[in-house]
């Protein structure tokens, strides 16, 4: 069952704080996130296990709730680089990364 | 974290015919992953490629549209068969490391006429 990914798109202002959501109806096994530039592959950013986990590094950060429902990335005082799409993705069956459903991804764009 | 080569980076095909993408890892891995990315979509898992064994295809994806190799523990190629327009996408292969960790090769833009 794929996430639902919101917003699908945010521009920002240069400075400015963005939160993605992704959520599902089922508990999830963990939550994984990427962000993928224009024309290259996606990257790693990080993996969420359990409920009520939050984690970050730099001005990035994540969480997931307690009922591991929903996950949030914070992107905060952005940064040009951080523009791209960033996709939310769930485990299949408890099968780790091997089995990844992702979400429709989150367009992000950081204007000057 | 693994280096992951993926060939060729583009390419326009003519209808009906296939192509073969090629992935090498530095590394030896148990397990490479293909995905397709459509136009402005998400990432969607193909198969899964053991070395020795089959290939393990998702729901909508069948063997004989998307046959897979993978002769070692470093090398894996997906064809994609009489190809139509709408198998326009990127392929990424990708490898997964510690910490369930995905790393993707920079895909493969096909475009087929």
């Known amino acids: 069952q794929q996430p639902v990914q919101s917003p699908q798109a945010v521009i920002l202002r240069e400075g400015e704080d963005a939160v993605i959501n992704c959520s599902s109806s089922?508990?999830?096994?963990?939550v994984h996130w990427y962000r993928q530039k224009h024309g290259e592959a996606p990257v790693f950013l990080m993996i969420?296990?359990?409920?009520?986990e939050q984690k970050g590094h730099d001005k990035i950060s994540a969480s997931f709730n307690e009922k591991k429902q929903q996950s949030s990335l914070y992107l905060t005082a952005s940064q040009l680089s951080y523009s791209g799409t960033y996709f939310c993705?769930?485990?299949?069956?408890?099968?780790?990364?091997?089995?990844?459903?992702f979400g429709q991804g989150t367009r992000l764009t950081i204007n000057p | 974290s693994a280096v992951i080569s993926q060939k060729p980076s583009r390419d326009i095909c003519q209808r009906g015919t296939s192509l073969t993408i090629q992935c090498q890892v530095d590394s030896q891995v148990t397990m490479m992953f293909w995905y397709r990315q459509q136009p402005g979509q998400s990432l969607t898992l193909i198969a899964t490629?053991?070395?020795?064994?089959?290939?393990?295809?998702e729901s909508g994806f069948v063997i004989d549209k998307f046959p897979i190799s993978r002769p070692n523990l470093t090398f894996s190629t997906l064809t994609v068969s009489n190809m139509s327009p709408e198998d326009s996408s990127i392929y990424l292969c990708s490898v997964e490391e510690e910490d369930e960790k995905l790393f993707f090769g920079s895909g493969t833009q096909l475009s087929v006429l």
């Open positions: 993705g769930t485990e299949i069956d408890k099968q780790g990364a091997q089995k990844l459903v």
């Open positions: 969420l296990l359990k409920g009520g």
């Open positions: 490629a053991n070395q020795g064994s089959e290939a393990t295809y």
């Open positions: 089922k508990a999830l096994y963990s």
